[in-house]
């Protein structure tokens, strides 16, 4: 009971980063490596969520995870830092 209202508030917060995300992209950064970062974490979250839903947790998904992730740490060096003009 607990773990599953756990996911819906994950679910809620999953649906209202998108418009977020998007909306700190539409301030001027542009190009596709900038926003990988942000792109693997949600699938990060997408996959994992998914997992849950249909019993599918397991060495596969946890693969997908830790690929997602370290992605994702690596993109962080083409995200433009805020004194950098």
């Given at each position: 009971?607990?773990?599953?209202?756990l996911?819906?508030i994950?679910?809620?917060?999953?649906?209202l980063?998108?418009p977020?995300?998007i909306?700190?992209?539409?301030?001027g950064?542009?190009g596709?490596?900038?926003?990988?970062?942000?792109?693997?974490l949600?699938?990060m979250?997408?996959i994992?969520i998914?997992?849950?839903?249909f019993d599918?947790?397991g060495?596969?998904?946890?693969?997908?995870?830790?690929i997602l992730l370290?992605?994702?740490?690596?993109?962080?060096?083409y995200?433009p830092?805020e004194?950098?003009?």
């Amino acid at each position: 009971m607990v773990l599953d209202s756990l996911y819906i508030i994950l679910v809620i917060a999953f649906i209202l980063s998108i418009p977020i995300i998007i909306r700190k992209r539409n301030k001027g950064v542009t190009g596709i490596k900038s926003a990988l970062t942000s792109i693997c974490l949600l699938l990060m979250v997408l996959i994992n969520i998914l997992s849950y839903w249909f019993d599918f947790m397991g060495l596969l998904s946890s693969s997908i995870s830790l690929i997602l992730l370290i992605l994702a740490a690596y993109c962080t060096r083409y995200i433009p830092s805020e004194g950098a003009s």
